[in-house]
């Protein structure tokens, strides 16, 4: 598919995918509690025809598809689907119906933008190899990565290469912060302890 010819059939989505990042947002689900939004997104891949397992890692959810053109060459893309535990209070109409859960670090959007691109492929299957398309549940500190990859996902869905992204907004549109390499590939938690005497400062 030629570059130009690719604006105009994401515009023709936008309105379905824009829908579905608000629903997402309306609901909200913690790490490991993914059950609305890993359904939602099984029944979204089904729907536009690709193969695909739930339940990998408790939550997780993997589409493949196959491209027409020969090859055996394999690649995932992937997103997170968890909020956080925050109490929404931005006033939006499709803001957060749960109390104290809160889409409040964008994986609404990253779900949302992966299921876009996998409708969009789905339609348009004109490469070679395999794309697996990776939902993953509990980005946020409860372990979802580890959780899949103990319940064999690259043994399952084996991968030459993994790509994921992460909203930016100082990032503008239309461009993508890059680099070689693993970028961002997880947190690390350190805590500082402080002995003396007491004062006031």
Known sequence: MAIEDIQPQIERYLPELIALRRDIHAHPELG???TRTAALVAER???WGLETTEGI???????????????????????????????EQTGLAYGSTIPGRMHACGHDGHTAMLLGAARMLAENPDFAGTVHFIFQ??????GGAQ?????GLFERF?????YGMHNMPGVPLGH????????MAGSGRWVATFRGTG???
Do not use: N, W, Y
């Open 32 to 34: 490991m509690e993914e």
């Open 45 to 47: 891949l089904r729907s």
């Open 57 to 87: 890692g408790r939550f997780g959810v993997v589409g493949t598809l196959k491209g027409r053109r020969p090859g055996q060459g394999a690649i995932g893309l992937r997103a997170d689907m968890d909020a956080l535990a925050l109490t």
């Open 137 to 142: 549940p509990a980005e946020e500190g409860r």
């Open 147 to 151: 959780a899949m990859l103990e319940d």
């Open 158 to 162: 084996p991968c030459d290469a993994v």
């Open 176 to 183: 993508f912060a890059l680099r070689k390499g693993p970028l």
């Open 199 to 201: 004062g006031h400062g």
